[in-house]
């Protein structure tokens, strides 16, 4: 009788991933612009690859004027638009396609990676880095792997200032950084508030500047 084996296609999936873009991020010969258009590439097959495990194909828009022509398994989904009855029907998954189709695998990716921004490692040791390694009253919000706090975590900083982000892929990282500026009380005004962090930049975490209380 034959041993056991364990096969953990996710975790050969991602190993090999990261294993190209670190092998690309320390190639000291590769140009930084070139480095960074093959990290958007890879993020953009990884996205596409998950992506298709849960794709049931393309969906059509039908247009009912009676809620009783609507059958009985869309009636969760219809929306009403003035007299019209609309729902969506998801187009057969094909037989070239059915094999590819595994939900349960985007189901898992999902499942870790929201397990990484709730609690996860960094260059400061394991269970160091997310939501759940800060106060919870300074948490304002979390929108996918994104953390959005009123200050800058340890974690979050390079490891040449004394933080967690030791560079390796996969790391929490610091985006960008707002000074003086009203809490956020709605999604549209976080969103807001995110773009300009992201053009601000980095420097307000690592270099002083004087405090200024925001104007009512």
């Not at 002083?208 to 104007?215: Q, Y």
């Amino acid at each position: 009788e034959g041993g056991r084996v364990v096969v953990r296609p996710l975790d050969t999936f991602a190993k090999r991933v990261i294993r190209i873009r670190e092998t690309v991020e320390d190639d000291p010969e590769m140009p930084v612009a070139v480095k960074a258009g093959v990290s958007a590439a890879l993020r953009a097959i990884m996205i596409q690859t998950i992506g298709a495990f849960a794709s049931r194909g393309r969906a059509s828009t039908v247009v009912a004027w009676n809620p009783r022509d609507v059958p009985a398994e869309f009636l969760s989904g219809m929306e009403r638009k003035g007299e019209a009855f609309v729902y969506r029907v998801s187009a057969p998954v094909s037989a070239r396609h059915r094999p590819f189709y595994r939900p349960e695998l985007a189901v898992q990716v999902w499942a870790r990676g929201r397990a990484k921004v709730l609690l996860g490692p960094s260059g400061l040791g394991a269970d160091t880095a997310g939501a759940l390694a800060v106060p919870g009253n300074t948490l304002l919000g979390i929108n996918g792997d994104a953390i959005y706090t009123t200050f800058v975590p340890g974690w979050a900083k390079p490891a040449r200032y004394g933080g967690g982000d030791d560079g390796r892929i996969g790391r929490l990282r610091l985006q960008g950084v707002l000074e003086n500026v009203k809490t956020p009380l709605s999604r549209e005004d976080r969103d807001r508030l995110r773009v300009r962090a992201v053009r601000a930049g980095t420097d307000a975490a690592f270099f002083a500047s004087e405090f200024l209380t925001p104007e009512d």
